[in-house]
């Protein structure tokens, strides 16, 4: 049993090059905090532009991290800073920029199309043993990965906003993710300083599966006209001790967004009570009211 250990131990995979695709709001926090854990990062998007924004960014919030780090310590704060932007490479190329890459994390735009036309092509590229993984809020993995040959290399990380600040990292796994691809997801998530949950391939995963339906919920309370929008913002805050109400919540998420996932459930599970859509904040996205993003969703927001 101690040669069966160590050989495991031998086959367990190492993740040292990580190479993000997408370098928007979350591939550029990944890439930020996989460098912070001085793993080789490759950030690639088709756009020059999105690169450069990205680069920009990290850099800042570095330093905001590096103000905190070392209070007084003008050269600490610039070491911490350069040495950590070190980490990280950007490339236009997507094959070039995945072809050393352990880890690939997907976080491009939320299109089963797109996605699945990208990881037919991810797999041509890569090393036969990397993993290959979405950041997906709302598809199902099995659909993603449809056209994959290896499936078991394949799975889901699943990051919050803002991606340095939030602690949790869900793992998830579809049918035929095997075991060691996602002990060596876990021991990613773990070495950037992530708090890991197993989750299962099915809609939502964990926190959104019970966020997103209580937010339909309560624009649903407020449709009937059985509360104003304020008063369930301020009962869920005071009263369950949520730092924001669900209003603020969508409008910080953005009402499009929340809008899109919700539609994209309610197809699949259309006999599904708690996936069902919302006239009051169909209407809102309509006229183009998304939230913070927009200046005004259910709230109205001064730059
Ligand atoms: P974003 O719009 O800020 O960034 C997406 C980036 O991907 C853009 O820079 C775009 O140029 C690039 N891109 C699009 N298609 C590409 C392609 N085929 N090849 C290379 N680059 C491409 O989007 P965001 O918010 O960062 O979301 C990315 C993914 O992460 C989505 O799947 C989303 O559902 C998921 N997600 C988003 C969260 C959020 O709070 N925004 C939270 C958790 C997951």
């Known amino acids: 049993s101690n040669r069966l250990l160590s050989t495991s131990k ?39 532009a999105a690169l450069q924004k990205a680069t920009k960014g990290i850099h800042s919030s570095l330093a905001r991290v590096a103000k905190k780090k070392f209070a007084e310590d003008a050269a600490a704060q610039n070491k911490f800073v350069e040495g950590t932007t070190k980490y990280i490479k950007t490339t236009t190329n997507i094959n070039e920029g995945v072809k050393d890459a352990d880890l690939v994390i997907e976080a491009i735009v939320e299109n089963i199309d797109v996605k699945r036309k990208l990881f037919a092509e991810l797999e041509k590229n890569v090393k ?37 600040m939030m602690k949790l990292l869900e793992v998830v796994r579809h049918a035929e993710t095997s075991d060691d691809t996602f002990k060596t997801l876990n021991d990613y998530g773990k070495a950037i300083g992530k708090t890991t949950v197993a989750c299962k391939d099915t809609p939502g995963f964990i926190v959104n599966r019970l966020l997103v ?32 109400g669900p209003f ?47 200046g005004e969703g259910f709230y109205k927001y001064t730059k």
Request: net charge neutral; charged share 20%; proline share 5%.
């Open 10 to 48: 031998v086959l367990q995979k190492q993740v040292q090059n990580v190479t993000i695709i997408g370098a928007g709001l979350m591939g550029s926090g990944i890439a930020q905090v996989s460098a912070q854990s001085k793993l080789n990062v490759v950030l690639v998007d088709q756009n020059d």
């Open 128 to 164: 036969s043993d990397a993993i290959l993984t979405t950041n997906t809020s709302s598809l199902k993995l099995s659909d993603i990965g449809l056209n994959l040959k290896n499936k078991q290399n394949f799975g889901g990380l699943h990051f919050f906003n803002p991606v340095p």
């Open 213 to 244: 339906p209580y937010m339909f919920e309560a624009l649903r309370m407020v449709e009937r006209g059985d509360a104003t929008m304020e008063d369930v913002d301020i009962a869920m805050k005071l009263g369950a001790g949520y730092p924001m």
């Open 248 to 294: 603020e919540l969508t409008d910080y998420v953005g009402l499009d967004t929340s809008k899109f996932i919700m539609d994209g459930w309610h197809k699949a599970y259309p006999n599904e009570p708690l996936f069902k859509p919302s006239d009051l904040l169909s209407k809102k996205v309509a006229e183009g009211k998304l939230g913070r993003k927009s």
